[in-house]
């Protein structure tokens, strides 16, 4: 069973960072691509940023040149470092997953963590 779990959310003020971490288990595929997508109240959810397993990213216009993916392949592990946080980040963020298999494509949502700026 592949699941993704996130971690690292919380309070921060407008300018200040933080760092997510999202630990997926149970995936033996290494064609897969991870990322977070971010839903705040009222609004559809939305790309923030996706990195494959050959570390091509991909990023949300709003918050380029302020957050940065990457991933660690030995522990299963993506991070999203958030700084220069503004209060519209203020959302529910969910670790995405998604992998190739011999039996097609699936994907994966974690529980979402929230991230509150506060101005």
């Known amino acids: 069973q592949v699941q993704p779990v996130e971690s690292g959310g919380g309070l921060v003020q407008a300018g200040g960072s933080l760092r997510l971490s999202c630990a997926v288990s149970g995936s033996t595929s290494r064609i897969n691509v991870m990322g977070w997508y971010r839903q705040a109240p009222g609004d559809a959810r939305e790309l923030v940023a996706t990195?494959?397993?050959?570390?091509?990213?991909t990023y949300a216009d709003s918050v380029k040149g302020r957050f940065t993916i990457s991933r660690d392949n030995v522990v299963n592990t993506a991070y999203l470092q958030m700084n220069d946080l503004k209060p519209e980040d203020t959302a529910v963020y969910y670790c995405?997953?998604?992998?190739?298999?011999?039996?097609?494509?699936?994907?994966?949502w974690g529980q979402g963590t929230q991230v509150t700026v506060s101005s």
């Open positions: 990195i494959n397993a050959i570390a091509i990213t």
């Open positions: 995405y997953f998604r992998e190739t298999t011999w039996s097609g494509v699936d994907e994966y």
